[in-house]
């Protein structure tokens, strides 16, 4: 294994799910929900398979999909979006490596932030470029501006962005997203957006920073079924933006995968333009599940921080006397019978969250009832 590629053995999430099976624990560690996404979604794609659309897709994808996808983003949020711009992924992650390689050269710089989606760094050492990044600090998370401009540089490329914010739960406030863009700008920079958890807002507005003035122009939007219908072993994503950075992207594409997930295409195009009741179902389970896990935790003595998006919280452990969430989350099944993952991880230097622990809610009530019962007896 290369060197840039040694630090990246195994993931979080492949030894925590393991932790999760050895020890027979609930698993609130790797994010993926426990209940399958809606069931004309299934019937569609076994529809498509029996139908026979077994072979090769279209290298861009189904045209059903970039179709679906295009009205999706002018439905949400306003944006005008040529299906001939929409490419389709192996899920948010080959976007998202795809982009980082085909835009950036050894020596350039990614921009982005702290806790950061362990893919991110990875995709980054893939292109053999660096990351600066600007770490969000618990409790809060908010973008400190002096820190933000201090990681330009004259050899910054992208930023890599992520709203709502895995694994914090934060939500780019306006304000902070009209700072990114205006440094990206400012830097002939192209930013990177993952909105994988875009339909996943609690009380506030998920805001595609394509939509801010000037923006689109410089904005690859990246997106995913896994998480907006709860299919995550599907792998489809995608990812639009201006023509000439798309095709940037579709030229490394081909050379990743060439094309995947055929008979899931289609499913995914119907299931986008399935009614309002659908998207406001999800986010209205989710907020619920958000504050039973929340109430359930700080009645165990954890400092909680409340995420307004995505199905994951991040708790501090060190009232209850745990300063060590590595240690804590490697003897938690142990201890209370729950897999967590450390957020120090998702860091560059773990001692930039020391105790902080993150949980996933997308569970069944019933499991996540479980959970807090079995967590109160850490106090
Ligand atoms: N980005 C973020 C922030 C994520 O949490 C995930 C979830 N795994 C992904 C990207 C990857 O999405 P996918 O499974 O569609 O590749
Ligand atoms: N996105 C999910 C998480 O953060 C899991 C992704 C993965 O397993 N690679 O937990």
């Known amino acids: 294994l290369t060197p840039r590629m040694r630090p990246f053995t195994t993931t979080v999430f492949a030894e925590m799910s393991a932790l999760a099976a050895r020890t027979g624990a609930i698993n609130l560690g790797q994010g993926f929900p426990d209940t399958d996404g809606p069931s004309s979604l299934l019937e569609d ?54 982009a980082v390689l085909a835009l950036t050269e050894p020596g350039d710089e990614v921009v982005t932030f702290e806790p950061y989606y362990d893919g991110y760094a990875a995709a980054v050492a893939l292109a053999g470029a660096a990351r600066r990044t600007v770490v969000l600090r618990s409790p809060g998370f908010a973008v400190d501006e002096a820190a933000l401009r201090a990681a330009f540089t004259p050899r910054t490329r992208l930023v890599l962005l992520n709203s709502p914010h895995n694994p914090t739960g934060k939500v780019f406030t306006r304000a902070e997203l009209e700072l990114v863009a205006r440094l990206a700008a400012e830097h002939d920079a192209v930013v990177i957006s993952d909105e994988v958890y875009e339909h996943m807002t609690y009380g506030v507005p998920h805001v595609p920073i394509a939509t801010l003035p000037g923006m689109a122009e410089r904005t690859l939007t990246i997106s995913s079924a896994g998480k907006t219908f709860s299919v995550t072993g599907w792998k489809v994503g995608w990812v639009h933006g201006p023509t000439e950075l798309v095709a940037a ?125 079995r967590l109160a007896a850490l106090g």
Not at 67 to 77: K, L, M, S, T
């Open 249 to 373: 992207v579709r030229a490394v594409k081909q050379f990743l995968t060439f094309v995947g997930s055929g008979p899931f295409q289609p499913a995914v195009a119907r299931a986008l333009a399935l009614p309002d009741e659908y998207f406001d179902g999800l986010r209205a389970g989710l907020e619920r599940k958000r504050d039973l896990l929340m109430t359930g935790l700080d009645a165990a003595g954890f400092a909680v921080n409340r995420p307004d998006g995505t199905y994951f919280v991040t708790a501090d452990a060190a009232p209850l006397g745990y300063t060590d969430a590595m240690a804590l989350c490697w003897d938690l099944p142990e201890l209370a019978g729950v897999v967590g993952v450390p957020v120090g991880v998702f860091h560059d230097d773990p001692e930039a969250a020391p105790s902080l622990v993150r949980f996933a809610f997308c569970k069944q009530d019933a499991v996540l009832g479980e959970a807090v019962d």
């Open 45 to 98: 794609a076994v529809a498509a398979i029996r139908g026979g659309a077994n072979q090769y897709p279209p290298g861009p994808g189904v045209r059903e999909l970039r179709e679906a996808v295009a009205a999706h983003q002018e439905r949400f949020y306003g944006l005008r979006t040529d299906p001939d711009d929409v490419l389709v992924t192996v899920g948010a992650t080959e976007a998202i490596t795809a």
